[in-house]
C-alpha cells in the first residue's frame, strides 16, 4: 500500500534500512501537470544525450554510477555537477523537484538530516533525470558504497529513491531479489558491461511497477533490476540516493 509523503517518521526509514527489506512506495508527490511539464522538458534536454552504458538510457547530466568509470569521467561528474542542478532546477522543476519534495520530508524526520556531500570541496549531484526509451531496460545490479569515490564518505548502504514522472505502456517495472552479495561476490560474478545475468538469479521476488507520480524507496545494495521497456510511451524518473553512515551521521544524498 503507497504511503502519503507526509507519513514518513523516523521508523518509516529505520525499516526501510533495518527492516525486513520491503520497498517503500509513496503515493503521487507531484501532480499530472507538473509530471507533464516536467516530461516535456526531459524529452528535449535528452534527445541529444547519451548514457555510457546503453544507449537506450538518456541522463540529463552524469551519474555518480558514470563517474566511477575513470578519473576523466569523475572530473566531468563534479565539473558538470553545479550546472545540472541549475538546469533541472530552472527548466524542468521550477516548482521544486520531487526528489527534493521527499528529502525535505526525510530530513524532518532523520534525527541528523540530509547533507549533500563534497569530495575536496566539490558537490555531488543531489538529484538526477533519466529517460527510458523502447527497449531499454537495467540488468540486476546493486549499488556499491565501498568504492574509491564513495568509501571516504563512510557509506555503508544506500537507499535507491526514484520518483516515476512517466511510464511506458509495457515493462518499466522495477524488480527485487530478497538476497545479498558481498562486493567481493558481486565484482566475481558482474558481467563485463553492467550488472548480474538474470539467469544467475533466477525471477524476481517482487515486481513493482509504480503508477505514474509515485516514488519507491529501496534498499540498493540488495539486486535490482529494471524490467525492459516495451510498447508505446517512455520511462521518465527522478533519482537520488540517501546513504546510511555510522550511528549519528546525516544521510548523504547524491545521484
Ligand atoms: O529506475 C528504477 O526504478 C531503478 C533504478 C536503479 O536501478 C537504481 O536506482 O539503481
Not at 537495467?138 to 568504492?147: G, K, L, V
Amino acid at each position: 500500500m503507497a504511503v502519503h509523503i507526509d507519513d514518513i517518521k523516523t521508523e518509516t526509514i529505520e525499516a526501510l534500512i533495518y527492516g525486513e527489506g520491503r520497498p517503500l512506495t509513496l503515493a503521487p508527490v507531484m501532480t499530472k501537470e507538473e509530471r507533464e511539464f516536467a516530461c516535456r522538458k526531459i524529452r528535449q534536454l535528452t534527445s541529444r544525450s547519451t548514457y555510457l552504458w546503453a544507449k537506450d538510457l538518456k541522463v540529463v547530466g552524469t551519474s555518480v554510477g558514470e563517474a566511477h568509470e575513470s578519473p576523466e569521467t569523475e572530473r566531468r561528474y563534479f565539473d558538470e555537477a553545479p550546472a545540472t542542478s541549475e538546469l533541472l532546477a530552472r527548466e524542468v522543476f521550477p516548482f521544486g523537484s520531487p526528489v527534493e519534495r521527499i528529502v525535505r520530508k526525510v530530513a524532518e524526520v532523520w534525527p541528523q538530516g540530509v547533507v549533500v556531500p563534497d569530495k575536496d570541496g566539490r558537490a555531488f549531484l543531489p538529484h538526477i533525470v533519466r529517460r527510458w526509451a523502447i527497449g531499454g531496460g537495467a540488468n540486476p545490479h546493486i549499488d556499491q558504497s565501498r568504492t574509491h569515490l564513495l568509501g571516504p564518505l563512510g557509506i555503508g548502504r544506500r537507499i535507491g529513491l526514484n520518483v516515476y514522472m512517466s511510464m511506458p505502456e509495457i515493462g518499466g517495472a522495477i524488480e527485487f531479489w530478497n538476497r545479498s552479495f558481498s562486493d567481493e561476490e558481486y565484482v566475481r560474478l558482474k558481467r563485463p558491461d553492467y550488472g548480474l545475468d538474470r539467469e544467475l538469479l533466477g525471477p524476481a521476488d517482487l515486481t513493482l511497477r509504480p503508477e505514474e507520480g509515485q516514488a519507491v524507496l529501496f534498499r540498493a545494495w540488495e539486486p535490482h533490476a529494471v524490467e525492459p521497456v516495451g510498447g508505446s510511451g517512455d520511462r521518465i524518473t527522478n533519482a537520488a540516493f540517501l546513504a546510511v553512515g555510522e550511528a549519528g551521521r546525516p544521510l548523504a544524498q547524491f545521484a
